[in-house]
T-cell receptor, first 111, second 116 residues
Framework: GNSVTQMEGPVTLSEEAFLTINCTYT??????LFWYVQYPGEGLQLLLK?????DKGSNKGFEATYRKETTSFHLEKGSVQVSDSAVYFC??????????FGTGTSLTVIP | GAVVSQHPSWVICKSGTSVKIECRSLDFQATTMFWYRQFPKQSLMLMAT?????????EQGVEKDKFLINHASLTLSTLTVTSAHPEDSSFYICSASKQDRTDTQYFGPGTRLTVL
């Protein structure tokens, strides 16, 4: 079946620190992989995606590379800002277009 | 951009009553919508896939008679929690994708249900 395992939080970082949030997956077939972000009081927003092995998704300074050999899609950012404080969800898209989410990682960036 | 709305944004009801939650795609048509449930500090759990004009497909462990889904048009899907109990209290989120079959899912803001 499909599942996503995500690094547990919460994570607290100082501004300009390096961020890594680990994500691994189990899937049948070749899923697309996603990172979604949920800001306080708002709905989920797509942050980035990758649709095949070795693809790198990037947006707003965040990056994640689809690693088939390690079934991973770790999220990274070189220098976080206070405005990056949110909950981040790793997800995969199944063959029927359903999404399977990780547990979410809460990130707090302090000035 | 694509917008998905949900109504109501929050609802409080008595145990034993039924509650209907609407999910609308405001500026695009969606043949398929999805319903998720999110417990506090936990992930979103896919409940069912709502297909316009046909029966919904439920994930394993989700009670079909408990969570009734109706996808009456290309812009509206409803989730009815029947005979609600306190354990049904949760955050319910819907999503929809455009008919152009891109990977992008657009999520609603969610509905907070509290059953007393």
């Amino acid at each position: 079946g499909n599942s996503v395992t995500q690094m547990e939080g919460p994570v607290t970082l100082s501004e300009e620190a390096f961020l890594t949030i680990n994500c691994t997956y189990t899937a049948t077939g070749y899923p697309s992989l996603f990172w979604y972000v949920q800001y306080p009081g708002e709905g989920l927003q797509l942050l980035l995606k990758a649709t095949k092995a070795d693809d790198k998704g990037s947006n707003k300074g965040f990056e994640a590379t689809y690693r088939k050999e390690t079934t991973s899609f770790h999220l990274e950012k070189g220098s976080v800002q206070v405005s990056d404080s949110a909950v981040y969800f790793c997800a995969l898209r199944g063959t029927g277009n359903q999404f399977y989410f990780g547990t979410g990682t809460s990130l707090t960036v302090i000035p | 951009g694509a917008v998905v709305s949900q109504h109501p944004s929050w609802v409080i009801c008595k145990s034993g009553t039924s509650v209907k939650i609407e999910c609308r795609s405001l500026d695009f048509q969606a043949t398929t919508m999805f319903w998720y449930r999110q417990f506090p500090k936990q992930s979103l759990m896919l409940m069912a896939t709502s297909n316009e004009g046909s029966k919904a497909t439920y994930e394993q462990g989700v009670e079909k008679d408990k969570f009734l889904i109706n996808h009456a048009s290309l812009t509206l899907s409803t989730l009815t929690v029947t005979s609600a109990h306190p354990e049904d209290s949760s955050f319910y989120i819907c999503s929809a994708s455009k008919q152009d079959r891109t990977d992008t899912q657009y999520f609603g803001p969610g509905t907070r249900l509290t059953v007393l």
